[in-house]
Structures are given as C-alpha cells and as structure tokens.
C-alpha cells in the first residue's frame, strides 16, 4: 500500500460514515492538526496514529491493510511481502526496529507452535504404532 492509497482509504472510511477530519480526531483523540498531518504528509504517519485511526473505524491494523494485501485469492506470499516491504521502507527507522521485534516474536510463536505440533503428531504416530503391533 502507497501512502497516497494509505490516505485514500482512510478518506473514503470517513466518507462511509459521513465523518469530517474533525470527526476523526475525535474518535481517534487527537487534535485536528494530527489528522491534517495524515492527509498532507508524503509519509505514513506513525503506527500509533495508524492504531488510532483503525480503532476509530473499529478494525484492526490487518484489517485495516488486509483488502491491499491480498487482492483477491491470487495474490502470492511474493507480491504480500512485496507490499509489506514498500511499507515498512517508509517507515522511520524507529518503527522499522518496531516492526522486526514483532516480526521475530510472531516466527518465535509460530516456531514454538510448529515444534508442540510435531510433538503432539509424535506421540500420536507412536499410539498408532502401538495399536497396529496388536
């Protein structure tokens, strides 16, 4: 998602809900020169205005991004980490290093759930191993 994109959809959100700026920085609870920021800057705005916008609207960050990454059921794990990555490039280093640890933290989770599975099919296969011998 281009930032130009990034402000289109939050633009046409708004539209959906016959809200004006001042609206949003409402919801959001921010001032009115935060959301002119989001609108006039060549640049996605912090994450945690990015937060802030999506839980004004009432969605989730993925949520949020979901409808650019996967373009119907074609998009591949290529084209969505293209995606990720023109986003995260725009991002001040500061929310990059953000971005990483949660990265890390997500592979770490999903290791440690990949390694409890193996596990539990282990164990499993020995059970029917077992039956099968009698």
């Given amino acids: 998602m281009t930032v ?3 402000q289109q959809k939050v633009k046409q959100l708004m539209k959906n809900r016959g809200w ?3 609206r949003l920085a409402e919801e ?3 001032s009115a020169s935060t959301v002119q920021y989001v609108f006039e800057r060549d640049s ?3 994450f945690e205005t990015i937060e802030k916008i999506c839980a004004a609207f ?3 960050v993925p949520e949020f ?3 650019d990454l996967v373009v119907g059921k074609k998009a ?3 084209q969505t980490l293209e995606i990720i990555i ?3 490039t725009q991002m001040p280093e500061a929310q990059q290093r953000r971005v990483l640890n949660i990265v890390q933290a997500l592979a770490k989770d999903t290791l440690i759930a990949s390694e409890a599975l193996e596990e539990v099919i282990k164990d499993n296969q020995k059970v029917s191993t077992k039956r099968k011998k009698k």
Avoid: H, I, N, Q
């Fill in 4 to 6: 130009k994109r990034f």
């Fill in 20 to 22: 004006k700026r001042y």
């Fill in 28 to 30: 959001m609870g921010v």
């Fill in 44 to 46: 996605f705005p912090k």
């Fill in 58 to 60: 009432d969605m989730t």
């Fill in 65 to 67: 991004f979901l409808e």
């Fill in 76 to 78: 591949g794990k290529t």
């Fill in 86 to 88: 023109e986003f995260v």
